[in-house]
């Protein structure tokens, strides 16, 4: 019976097959460049509303099986190329595809979130993007923050001055907070980076004030811009909430490069160059007819016998018009397998400042490490140690010593000659408390950072099926950063031997060190044709920094050591720990990339907040509607049509100490003890927290060659913390309170694209156009002036129903709030810039970008100075003909109020220029053979050209770094250089 059955089961076995066989069907083909036709590796390969895909191999070829009959979609993509869909079939099997270049970005993946990212043609808000070529691609930057200038739309960028090494603040949307920073949140490969203004003791030392005009750098200086691949901007709370309660000022995402499948490539680029005074302002000329004016009578015979005997010296070209030597050496190393990629890169960076006995060193190592543990475990590890070394000089505020050169030069006539003699001595400078050559000669300000950033990721996949997957994602890292200074004025400078303890040495050690970690569930499905993606996860940051300042006064001869002083003091010794924990949970939906929305909620508590265990709720929505990708939509012209909306709630933390009561260190009749601070603590603190409402649309133009792109914003801030003044019976004097409210609109508008797009000839453009206004909408405490140095020579009202930016100063207006008259704004009317690059036969490239700020006034006190010291160009002419210089009557009249020293700080800058050449292979084969693969050469330039009717060097300088407010005072800063680079390339 066995024999009876068994041919007719061999031959239903054999039918079954061969039925399943003829179900099956295999999609080959093969992806180009459209523009090129060259093959594309490692493009992707994905069956719609699946988690079924493939990539390209070496020649562009790919295969993919299905295992039935049916019909399905295949989305084809690959960076920088335009995406496309593709209708395959048993009958419709074999495709040829030919990807268009993404000339405006709407294929980029943009990093929104802790556990997110979204193609740009679904995001629902403006989220800034700066790529490696727009970050390096036409010049040379010294820092990343510096390379940002006029990329990013919505950012209000500043600068200490020009010395070597950063000192660069950013706003983005306006202000964010009345008394503490408006800096973004920095993010590095997941990691939170300290970006801190760190305190030098420069201030202390030359006695200008607080830390906030130490003149210092921003510790963004210390990362190698060259190691990035993109940088993610989100201004406000709409796109920032789900990071809670750092986001309050916006986020800047940064990520690094990594390695790819592929041979090893080695990578060798070299940067010589010089940097020059972008701008300097000129000295007025002495004559004696000048001198028997300026000085009094009994001063005369004295100045006019030393005008006649002595040599002419420009002082500010002595001091500012050096050559600076320019060099940026770097090498990278990447590749992989399937299961392990690398990316290893050093950087010797070396710089000298235009102002002698001033630099600034870098050096960095970064690896990056990517590995497959097996098909559903991943891990990334990244690891960058960094060391610099800076000499900043003395520039800026004094008050006294003389420890800053535009200061004392201001008061100097150039026929007075400060050069030390022939062995050495230095004359004494009878205009001012201090000679600065011999300051320039022998002080020290100098910074050194050693810095160790870690950062992991972790990706398990839990579960994976054709249409969902489930995966657990674990992230976080360390900073660490140590920061040694030292601020030293030996005892033989002409102020120093006037004083009862003479040299002077601040030695300063600052740490940081910051962890964080993140765990999240991500499971995507999908609902028909939507697909859904849900996120929940924790977050916890941890936040040490301790810092200790020491000063000795009297120092031994040739000393610096703090047991050689006289008087040794400790200046400020400071340890803080706070911790953050939070949970988030998010939701995004899309349906066929035609609608997508996103909602989502995020929870903080934080030890800085006067309760550190409530939780504070930050939530987010978000909706795009992509119409054109709606079937009904059949337009030539317009493809892309997006309108968009967005709404999140952010906070900025509570300053720490804000709950305590300050106790100060006393000793009365030989007794130590404490003594209450006449501030007290606010155990109800309440961080600072933002609502924004965003609108906007996005329309690409003749298949996405060109893009548009506006928004509109709204962004309110509220329980801004002010001092609110006690009652005298209470025994202190302030406290910290919830009081204020901002608002901040603005809008925002992009227009990109190809202008030309020929096989041998590309221009590529973009314009870019912001403007803010910002208003106190209310401030809870009694109408106040505060900020810079007094009525009398500008500073800023605090006052309901007006911008905290406005200007106000002497005489007296008891008719406006504050009781002084207004005299101008801080905040730009607009800003604009113009970006454009033009490759010519695939070889030559030249680029350049333009920078243009419309309004906005500064105080400039380095006019101010000049002034009172006689030297300002053209201080002795006489404009109007009434016989009183320039120089002692300043309009507007009467000639004595603060209106004198606030200038419109319009201007034009021509940021970037750069001109590059490939060499063709054939001509790289013919003498190198296969051992080299590509040779790049060229020039460029930074801060090339600036056209402005300010009176200072540079109308972007601050001498407050980033406060959030006055922050556009100008005294004497150290000027802005131009920067001239050559370039070498060499792949291997």
Do not use: C
Not at 44 to 52: D, P, Q
Not at 166 to 172: A, H, K, T, V
Not at 338 to 356: A, L, M, P, Y
Not at 595 to 619: C, H, M, Q
């Amino acid at each position: 019976m066995r024999k009876i059955y068994k041919f007719p089961l061999i031959l239903a076995l054999l039918m079954i097959g061969s039925g399943v066989s003829m179900a099956q069907y295999t999609v080959t083909g093969v992806v180009k460049d459209d523009r090129r036709g060259e093959p594309l590796l490692g493009a992707n390969i994905l069956v719609r509303n699946t988690t079924r895909g493939t990539i390209t191999d070496l020649e562009g070829r790919f295969t993919i099986s299905f295992d039935n009959n049916q019909s399905a979609v295949l989305v084809i993509s690959s960076l920088g190329f335009l995406s496309q869909t593709f209708a395959v079939s048993p009958s419709n099997n074999n495709l040829q595809v030919s990807l268009i270049e993404d000339a405006t970005s709407l294929e980029e993946v943009v990093i929104t979130g802790l556990a997110s990212s979204v193609k740009r043609s679904n995001l629902a808000n403006a989220v800034s993007s700066v790529s490696s070529k727009d970050l390096m691609g036409t010049t040379t930057v010294q820092t990343t923050d510096g390379a940002l200038y006029g990329k990013v739309a919505g950012a209000t960028i500043r600068s200490n001055g020009g010395a070597p090494g950063g000192g660069i603040s950013i706003q983005l949307r306006g202000i964010s907070s009345l008394s503490g920073a408006s800096q973004p949140l920095i993010i590095l490969d997941g990691v939170y980076i300290n970006n801190s203004f760190q305190r030098s003791g420069r201030a202390t030392v030359s006695g200008a004030g607080g830390a906030n005009q130490d003149d210092g750098a921003n510790r963004l200086a210390d990362l190698n811009p060259s190691d990035i691949e993109s940088i993610e901007v989100l201004k406000g709370p709409s796109a920032a909430a789900i990071y809670g309660t750092r986001a309050n000022a916006g986020v800047i995402i940064i990520t690094t490069k990594r390695g790819a499948e592929g041979k090893t490539k080695v990578s060798f680029s070299q940067d010589i160059g010089f940097a020059q005074p972008l701008r300097l302002l000129g000295v007025d000329d002495w004559s004696e007819e000048k001198i028997n004016f300026f000085f009094p009578e009994a001063r005369r015979p004295v100045e006019l016998e030393r005008f006649r005997q002595g040599t002419k010296i420009d002082y500010e070209d002595y001091f500012y018009n050096n050559t600076a030597l320019l060099s940026n050496s770097r090498i990278t190393i990447s590749g992989g397998t399937d299961k392990t990629k690398f990316f290893v890169s050093g950087n010797i960076n070396t710089e000298d400042g235009t102002v002698r006995k001033t630099g600034f060193d870098r050096y960095s190592i970064r690896t990056n490490i990517d590995h497959k543990i097996s098909d559903k475990i991943k891990l990334g590890v990244s690891s960058n140690y960094i060391k610099s070394n800076t000499d900043r000089g003395f520039t800026g505020n004094q008050n006294n010593s003389g420890a800053s050169i535009g200061y004392s030069i201001a008061y100097v006539p150039n026929y007075f000659d400060l050069r030390p003699d022939a062995n050495g001595i230095y004359p004494v400078n009878p205009y001012f408390s201090e000679n600065p050559i011999a300051v320039t000669d022998n002080a020290v300000n100098n910074s050194e950072v050693n810095r160790f950033i870690q950062a992991f990721n972790l990706d398990i996949d839990l579960l994976k099926t054709n249409t969902s997957f489930l995966k657990a994602s674990f992230a976080g890292g360390l900073d660490f950063l140590q920061n040694s200074t030292l601020v030293y004025l030996p005892e033989f400078l002409q102020f120093q031997r006037g004083q009862a303890n003479p040299g002077d040495a601040f030695w300063g050690k600052q740490e940081s060190f910051n962890t964080n970690f993140q765990a999240a569930l991500v499971y995507n499905w999908n609902l028909g044709k939507v697909n859904m993606n849900s996120q929940a996860g924790l977050v916890r940051l941890d936040f040490k920094n301790s810092s200790l300042f020491t000063r000795g006064r009297g120092l031994t001869p040739g000393q610096r050591n703090l047991q050689q002083a006289t008087v040794q003091e400790i200046n400020e010794q400071f340890n803080s720990e706070i911790q953050e924990a939070g949970v988030f949970l998010q939701q995004e939906a899309n349906f066929d990339d035609k609608i997508i929305g996103t909602v989502g909620i995020r929870w903080d508590k934080s030890t800085l907040n006067g309760n550190p265990n409530e939780f504070y709720a930050f939530p987010r929505a978000s909706l795009a509607v992509n119409i054109a990708n709606f079937d009904f939509w059949n337009s030539t012209v317009v493809n892309q049509l997006k309108p968009r909306i967005a709404y999140g709630e952010t906070a900025g933390p509570v300053a720490f100490g804000s709950t305590f009561t300050p106790l100060g260190g006393a000793n009365i009749g030989g007794l130590l003890g404490s003594v209450v601070s006449t501030q007290i603590g606010n155990t109800q603190i309440r961080p600072e927290t933002a609502k924004e409402l965003e609108f906007g649309v996005d329309v690409g133009f003749f298949r996405n060659r060109v893009s548009l792109e506006a928004t509109y914003y709204i962004k309110t801030t509220q329980n801004n913390i002010q001092s609110l003044n006690l009652a005298p019976s209470t025994g202190v004097n302030t406290t910290p309170s919830n009081e204020a409210e901002l608002e901040n609109k603005g809008f925002e508008f992009g227009l990109s694209g190809n202008v030309i797009d020929k096989s041998n000839f590309r221009w590529f453009s973009r314009v870019l156009y912001w403007q803010n206004r910002v208003n106190l909408t209310r401030l809870g405490i009694p109408t106040y002036i505060a900020g810079a140095f007094g009525s009398g020579l500008g500073t800023f009202l605090y006052a309901q129903g007006y911008a905290p930016t406005t200007i106000v100063g002497s005489p007296a207006d008891p008719s406006n709030p504050g009781g002084f008259t207004f005299w101008g704004n801080a905040q730009p009317k607009f800003n604009l810039s113009f970006y454009n690059t033009v490759n010519i036969a695939r070889n030559l490239e030249l680029s350049f970008l333009l920078d243009w700020r419309q309004g906005g006034d500064n105080i400039n006190l380095t006019s101010f100075l000049t002034d009172g010291g006689g030297t300002t160009n053209g201080w002795f002419d006489d404009d109007d003909g009434d016989g009183i210089p320039n120089g002692r009557q300043r309009p507007p009249a009467p000639f004595n109020n603060a209106g004198r020293w606030v200038q419109d700080a319009s201007f034009m800058k021509v940021r970037e220029i750069g001109l590059y050449y490939t060499i063709p292979k054939t001509a790289i084969t013919n003498t190198f053979g296969s051992s080299v693969e590509n040779i790049k050469i060229g020039a460029s330039a930074n801060n090339v050209f600036l056209f402005t009717k300010y009176k200072g060097y540079d109308p972007e300088t601050s001498t407050f770094g980033a406060q959030s407010v006055a922050n556009n005072v100008d005294i004497a800063p150290y000027p802005t250089p131009r920067r001239i680079f050559f370039h070498l390339t060499v792949d291997f």
